[in-house]
């Protein structure tokens, strides 16, 4: 017997949300839409999943962005689009950093949103990889080991960020977006190819290219679930 379109992506979500926490079917659940695949997905699958307590939101980082996506966000939940300027502040501040405060401006935003309503939970499309290039940007250019969670508090525990594809790997998603043929939107800010992200997105798919026999993504995925205390130094201050 066949399965459903997509079934293998609903039932690790279903069990991402079980095992993890993250919320009930009688909660109110507000996700982000970037329009992009993940979130897309995410909206999806939770409402196939038989949320029925959904919200969405965009925040349109420039007002002529096109959202291909709205009747289907529509048919989902109770979609809503803020219009903003953020591409605009960020092209006239010549900032290096653009990927990194668009992310920042457009969180706020959600965020703010999500206060202003009382909806507690802010769900977003964060996957395996998303997780795994955040270890390693923060390797890199933060001199930390530190990651995106799962869940987490914010605002004094007023909002709670969840990421129910945390343990799912991109590919899948991919595949889910494809075969249900997800209206994704297209375009081009003009910042993300020359991303620190990128650059670490890049890299990983070069060393995945150089060593086929192993499962890259998924050794590190756990690694960075699965760390050794014993064999990890304590912290020092800055001064050593």
Known sequence: MSCLPGQKLLNLVEAC??????????????????GGKDSLALLDCLFRLGFSRLHSIHI?????????????????SDFTIINTDILQQ????????????????????LSDYAVSRNLPILA???HQNDMIETFLLNLFFQRELSTMLPMQDLFA???????????????????????????????????????????????????QKENPQIRLNANLSKAILNPNPEFLPPRISDNH
């Open 90 to 109: 960020i092209r006239s501040s010549n900032r290096n950093n653009s990927c990194y405060i668009c992310s920042r401006l457009r969180r706020r935003a």
């Open 124 to 126: 977003l499309g964060h």
């Open 60 to 76: 349109k980082t420039e007002p002529e962005s096109p959202t291909p996506f709205a009747s289907f966000c529509s048919e989902r």
């Open 17 to 34: 949300i079980r095992d993890r926490k993250l919320f009930g079917f009688d909660d109110d659940i507000l996700i982000g839409i970037s």
């Open 157 to 207: 525990g007023k909002l709670k960020l969840v990421r129910p594809f945390y343990d799912i790997a991109e590919a899948e998603i991919s595949r889910y977006a494809t075969r249900l043929k997800l209206p994704v939107a297209h375009w081009n800010c003009g910042f993300e190819q020359d991303s620190r992200r990128s650059w670490i997105r890049q890299q990983l798919g070069i060393w």
